[in-house]
């Protein structure tokens, strides 16, 4: 049987291994000869957003706080 891991550890991978897709998506949209950097900006919005949501699910304390923003 495989031992379940708990839901911090899993969050924190998750948080971890964010960084490698962001740069994936950064460098792509600026080396693109097809004129999208235009986009860089709502990529760098949106990945921000995302990483403040998983930041809210993972430290339960602060969630009331964030999700009071939005």
Do not use: I, N, P
């Given at each position: 049987m495989m031992k379940k891991r708990g839901g911090m550890r899993r969050k924190l991978i998750v948080l971890g291994s964010t960084g490698g897709s962001i740069a994936d998506l950064m460098?792509?949209?600026?080396?693109?000869?097809?004129?999208?950097?235009?986009l860089i900006p709502l990529a760098v919005f949106l990945c921000l957003f995302g990483l403040v949501l998983i930041l809210a699910t993972t430290?339960?304390?602060?969630a009331p706080f964030i999700y009071a923003i939005f």
């Open positions: 460098r792509g949209l600026w080396r693109s000869d097809s004129g999208k950097r235009w430290v339960e304390a602060l």
